[in-house]
């Protein structure tokens, strides 16, 4: 025990060591990271290099994830490389696990975490566009997951899934956004079953996020809602401990896990109170 944790009760004490245990498992562990070069996936890179693991990050941007690797190795990180790569075609997820495989030997984690732009506004009845945000949001999580799973059954690893509370919950202004991470969680959770009836050793790690202060998510809301938007190192932090932990969902912040499970409780107040809280 720590100092400090005398006073604890044993159960959070017991939890500590074990999430520690986790944390020091990373050191050295193989793990790809999509959508690095901002927000979440930037700070779930920074978290995984300060734990010493082996890191390939991707987006599409390459000057601005030669930073974030250059950082990666100042913070300790095992060894960092980029690849840059547009979700949106569909031949650059196969090429980007191919790489980190190659690159690394092998992989423990595969974190599915980038998202393309999409407005934050009513439908305009763009079909294209909701085909393209599938691609990107959905689609190329299916394709790397295809071409990783040989390498993490060999491994043992993890899919780590970024997810949103959108994905269980709709909502004005985010349509394209919202089939899309319906769409992710639907497929996720179904393989989740599958894996765990065929005894799989590789697990997947849903997260459930609710509002991030990433600079895309605020500059998108700004003069449409007035929530509390949670910081995004802590949201990745609480990703990767629950990952490391094998969980199979997540909820962050943790009022989320309750906005889920009441979900259909009330629906006409539920959606009044959701049209009520945007300004139109
Ligand atoms: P950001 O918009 O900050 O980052 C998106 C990342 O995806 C960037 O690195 C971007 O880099 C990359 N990206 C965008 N388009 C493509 C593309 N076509 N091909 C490859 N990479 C691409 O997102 P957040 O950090 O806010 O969100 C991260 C995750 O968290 C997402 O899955 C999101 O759904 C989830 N989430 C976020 C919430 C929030 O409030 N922020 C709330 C709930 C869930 P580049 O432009 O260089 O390609």
Not at 14 to 31: F, Y
Not at 80 to 93: G, R, V
Not at 109 to 127: R, T
Request: hydrophobic share 40%; proline share 3%; glycine share 6%.
């Amino acid at each position: 025990d720590k100092e400090g944790d005398y006073h604890k009760p044993a159960l959070l004490r017991h939890r500590r060591c074990i999430q520690e245990a986790a944390e020091q498992s990373l050191r050295g562990a193989r793990v790809l990271v999509t959508g690095a070069s901002t927000g979440i996936g930037e700070q779930l890179a920074y978290h995984y290099a300060r734990l010493g693991a082996q890191l390939i990050i991707t987006a599409r941007r390459e000057s601005i994830l030669q930073k974030v690797v250059d950082k990666c190795l100042e913070l300790g990180a095992q060894q960092a490389w980029y690849i840059s790569a547009d979700m949106s075609q569909s031949a650059d997820p196969e090429r980007v696990v191919k790489y980190a495989v190659e690159k690394m030997e092998g992989l423990d984690y595969l974190v599915l975490n980038h998202i393309g732009s999409s407005p934050f506004q009513m439908w305009n009845q763009d079909a294209e566009h909701v085909r393209t945000l599938m691609q990107v949001n959905f689609l190329s999580y299916v394709q790397m997951t295809s071409a990783a799973l040989p390498t993490l059954e060999k491994s043992g690893g993890t899919i780590i899934v970024v997810s949103s509370m959108l994905g269980k919950l709709a909502t004005p202004f985010v349509a394209p956004y919202t089939a899309t991470k319906f769409a992710v969680n639907g497929f996720f959770e179904t393989l989740q079953h599958e894996f765990s009836m065929r005894k799989s050793n590789v697990s997947i790690s849903i997260h459930i996020l609710g509002l991030i202060d990433t600079d895309s998510a605020m500059e998108k809301i700004k003069g449409y809602i007035n929530a509390t938007a949670y910081p995004a190192s802590e949201a990745a932090m609480h990703i990767i401990r629950a990952g490391t932990t094998r969980q199979n969902f997540s909820f962050y912040p943790w009022y989320i896990y309750f906005v889920c499970l009441f979900r259909d409780w009330f629906i006409y107040f539920r959606d009044i109170c959701i049209q009520n809280s945007f300004t139109y």
